[in-house]
């Protein structure tokens, strides 16, 4: 038996990123509300079908770190006089930070009795969104500094420490079952991995002891495995060593340099050149 079924509201919204020239993030949202009949008793007077009666924009301004630079309201449609004060006041969320605990320092900073509830519910949707759109920034931010935590480790299934994403794109934040120890390192994986990337010029290389080699950088993307010895690599002021069984992961392009250590230093090297580039 069909049921049938009478519409009488809708609600949109409307969610957007963009990156911007002066290497800040936008994200603008709009939320509408209409009703699918005439109301009679509306404030001032009536509502006609389809006419909103919440119409309300919001543009937040964020850095690839997450702290909110600018935060503009308005209620372009709205039931009371005081809704657009209530907008106007969430100015106030400049400053803070849309990673995690931003519900509860929002709620901190701005009461519900001062501010308007429809924007408030679209604040956390615009934190994500404001994340999916620095996703290629996050990415070269990753592939520069391998070791540097991931934002949105443990946010989700996905990103759970103990799960296979992690394992394989960042293992040193890894901590589920079979943790493999650092000699313990599956050199197949790691195989798997250089050709599923197209790190396809491989080779497995020796380096003396106590080597010590000057900023440089390369025209391709490397990604090695240590076997034995050690290497301390510093990458954007950033010194980190790697020891048997880390992966070292410097794109193209990247000034770095690199200290061996006085057993010397073995490991397998994948290069990702660019199309039409010769192996070296």
Same mark, same amino acid.
């Not at 939320?31 to 509306?42: G, I, Q």
């Not at 440089?216 to 495995?225: E, I, Y």
């Given at each position: 038996?069909?049921?049938?079924?009478?519409? &009488?509201?809708?609600?949109?919204i409307? @969610?957007? +990123?963009?990156?911007r020239d /002066?290497g800040?993030?936008?994200?603008?949202?709009?939320?509408? /509300?209409?009703?699918h009949?005439r109301?009679? *008793?509306?404030?001032?007077g009536?509502?006609?079908a389809g006419?909103p009666?919440?119409?309300m924009?919001?543009?937040?301004?964020v850095?690839?770190d997450?702290?909110?630079?600018?935060?503009?309201a $308005?209620?372009a449609?709205?039931?009371?006089?005081v809704c657009q004060?209530?907008?106007a006041?969430?100015s106030?969320?400049? +400053?803070?930070? #849309?990673?995690?605990?931003?519900?509860?320092a929002?709620?901190?900073?701005?009461?519900?009795?001062e501010?308007?509830?429809?924007?408030r519910?679209?604040?956390?949707?615009?934190?994500t969104?404001?994340?999916?759109s620095m996703?290629?920034?996050?990415?070269?931010t990753?592939s520069?500094a391998p070791q540097?935590?991931?934002v949105? @480790?443990?946010?989700?299934?996905?990103?759970?420490?103990? +799960?296979?994403?992690?394992?394989v794109r960042?293992?040193?934040? !890894?901590?589920?079952? *079979?943790k493999p120890?650092?000699?313990?390192? /599956?050199r197949?994986?790691?195989?798997a $991995? @250089?050709?599923?990337?197209?790190? @396809?010029?491989?080779?497995i290389?020796r380096i003396a002891? *106590?080597?010590?080699?000057?900023?440089?950088?390369h025209?391709?993307?490397?990604?090695?495995q240590?076997? =034995?010895?050690?290497?301390?690599?510093?990458c954007?002021?950033?010194a $980190?060593?790697?020891c048997p069984g /880390? #992966?070292?992961d410097v794109?193209?392009?990247? &000034?770095?340099?690199e200290? !061996?250590?006085?057993e010397?230093y073995?490991? &397998?090297? +994948? $290069?990702?050149?660019? =199309?039409?580039q010769?192996?070296?």
């Amino acid at each position: 038996m069909t049921v049938q079924r009478t519409p &009488l509201h809708s609600r949109t919204i409307q @969610l957007d +990123g963009f990156a911007r020239d /002066d290497g800040l993030f936008d994200v603008d949202a709009r939320l509408t /509300d209409v009703k699918h009949y005439r109301m009679t *008793n509306w404030p001032g007077g009536s509502l006609n079908a389809g006419e909103p009666m919440h119409d309300m924009h919001v543009t937040m301004t964020v850095d690839a770190d997450g702290i909110i630079h600018g935060l503009q309201a $308005r209620a372009a449609a709205h039931p009371h006089q005081v809704c657009q004060q209530g907008a106007a006041n969430f100015s106030r969320l400049v +400053g803070l930070s #849309i990673r995690k605990g931003f519900t509860k320092a929002v709620a901190e900073r701005l009461g519900p009795d001062e501010s308007c509830t429809h924007i408030r519910e679209m604040l956390q949707q615009m934190a994500t969104v404001a994340f999916q759109s620095m996703r290629e920034a996050r990415h070269q931010t990753y592939s520069s500094a391998p070791q540097k935590k991931p934002v949105l @480790l443990n946010s989700c299934i996905a990103w759970s420490s103990q +799960g296979d994403w992690v394992k394989v794109r960042f293992p040193s934040f !890894y901590d589920g079952p *079979n943790k493999p120890a650092p000699d313990q390192m /599956d050199r197949a994986s790691f195989e798997a $991995r @250089l050709k599923r990337e197209g790190y @396809l010029d491989t080779e497995i290389k020796r380096i003396a002891p *106590n080597v010590v080699v000057p900023e440089h950088t390369h025209d391709f993307d490397v990604l090695a495995q240590v076997s =034995a010895g050690e290497v301390t690599i510093t990458c954007n002021g950033e010194a $980190r060593t790697y020891c048997p069984g /880390d #992966i070292v992961d410097v794109p193209a392009g990247v &000034l770095h340099s690199e200290v !061996y250590g006085p057993e010397g230093y073995t490991f &397998l090297v +994948g $290069r990702r050149h660019k =199309a039409g580039q010769p192996a070296q």
